[in-house]
Structure formats: C-alpha cells, structure tokens
C-alpha cells in the first residue's frame, strides 16, 4: 500500500504501455521499500546489541585487557570458544541471554572436580553434576600440547618459582615476570612430569593454545580456583 501510495498513480487512465512502466516502478518501489526497512532493522539490531555490550561488559573500552578479560570469562561460562573476541558468536549469545546446561550423566566424584575443554579453551569446576564456574584457559601450543587423561592435582604453591623450563634462567616466586603467576596446582605425573594449572605473566595470552603444556590462567581466576 505504501508502494503505491508514493507513486500516487490513477492507473484506470493509463495505456497498456503506461501500465507495463508503471508496474516497473511498482516493482522497484517495493524493492527500495524493502531495502529501506531491512537497513532499518539492521540499524536496531546494533544498536540493540551495542547496549548488551556496554551493559554486559561496563562500558569497557575494546582493547585494554579488563576488556579483554570480561570477553574472556562471558565466552567460556557460555561454552563459547574462548579467545577474547567480540564474534558474530558471542554477539549472538549476549543478544540470546541464555545459559547452556552442561549434561554430567556420571560424574567422577559426587565431590568437586575438573574438567579442561581443549577445543573451547575453557576449565569448567564441578561439585557432582553441577556447574560451579567456568574459567577461561589458555592450553599447550602446537608441539607441546597439554596431555589429555585423567589426573589429579598434586599440590598446590602460592608464588612458586619458575625453573626455567629447562631452557631458561629461573625466576623467583612473586616475580612480576614469572611465568607461573601467583598459584599453582601441581598434575600427577600419570599425564607427565612438570604439567600444572596456574596464572601467568601475560594475561594476554589467555585465549590460546600457546603454553609449553600447562594450563594457564588469569591470575584472579587461578586465585580463586585455589
């Protein structure tokens, strides 16, 4: 109706030529129509979705690691891949605001325990069937991937000092430049010798597979699983 209240054309007097050109432009009406209200929703959806960001992340400016961690924590409690990008997947999940169910059929323990998603980059605590929290991680980068199996923590150390890997000079426990950060927990050796889960020294490189084999963590986050 729109369509053809703008181009305002008594059609009873127009010839059949008149006719043909006027279902042309009829035609290109409601497509300009269409394209008008599709550029309108789209317009909306932004908008709309830019306000769950602003809201979801406190207005944090993209590209400061607060930002970055925010991002971080949403996508791993919400079984998204973790890797502190504001995707077409986790826009998708701020605008759907809904909480995946993880499905624990015959948990190990009825106490608590762990379970690291290699492929989703995310460390999930579990006390029985239930969901605790999930962490964000970072895992073994290619050549030293972190082992698969089970294991079990081993010990746990505040400020633990760094060997060196073997390769390089050590660094102290507390050492803003360790790269253990301010917690450990030490893996049985079942899975190999010298594997833990721990913080970092770069909080920018959670989010990837780029450790020599441990599971690393934002240092609030290792704190707190502690």
């Known amino acids: 109706d729109k369509a053809i209240s703008n181009l305002n054309v008594n059609t009873q007097e127009l010839s059949q030529e008149q006719m043909v050109k006027y279902h042309t432009d009829l035609n290109n009406e409601y497509v300009r129509l269409i394209k008008e209200r599709e550029a309108q929703l789209e317009k909306e959806r932004k908008e709309k979705e830019q306000k769950l960001i602003n809201e979801k992340f406190a207005n944090l400016k993209e590209g400061t690691i607060e930002?970055?961690?925010?991002?971080?924590?949403?996508?791993?409690?919400?079984?998204?891949?973790?890797?502190?990008?504001l995707g077409p997947a986790t826009k998708e999940a701020l605008a759907e605001?809904?909480?995946?169910?993880?499905?624990?059929?015959?948990?190990?323990?009825?106490?608590?325990?762990?379970?690291?998603?290699?492929?989703?980059?995310?460390?999930?605590?579990?006390?029985?069937?239930?969901?605790?929290?999930?962490?964000?991680?970072t895992v073994g980068k290619n050549g030293s991937q972190?082992?698969?199996?089970?294991?079990?923590?081993?010990?746990?150390?505040?400020?633990?000092?760094?060997?060196?890997?073997?390769?390089?000079?050590?660094?102290?426990?507390?050492?803003?430049?360790?790269?253990?950060?301010?917690?450990?927990?030490?893996?049985?050796?079942?899975?190999?010798?010298?594997?833990?889960?721990?913080?970092?020294?770069?909080?920018?490189?959670?989010?990837k597979n780029a450790s020599l084999g441990c599971i690393r963590m934002l240092n609030d986050d290792a704190i707190e699983l502690f």
Not at 70 to 76: E, G, I, N, Y
């Open 97 to 137: 605001n809904k909480k995946p169910v993880d499905k624990i059929e015959k948990p190990p323990t009825n106490g608590k325990w762990i379970a690291v998603d290699f492929s989703l980059r995310n460390l999930t605590l579990y006390e029985g069937n239930k969901v605790i929290k999930k962490f964000p991680v």
């Open 146 to 207: 972190t082992p698969t199996g089970k294991t079990k923590i081993v010990n746990k150390t505040k400020n633990r000092r760094w060997n060196g890997a073997g390769k390089y000079k050590p660094i102290a426990g507390g050492s803003p430049k360790n790269p253990l950060g301010p917690r450990w927990l030490g893996l049985s050796s079942n899975i190999g010798t010298g594997y833990g889960i721990h913080g970092t020294n770069d909080e920018w490189s959670i989010g």
């Open 67 to 85: 930002h970055k961690k925010q991002v971080l924590r949403f996508q791993a409690a919400n079984n998204l891949l973790v890797d502190g990008n």
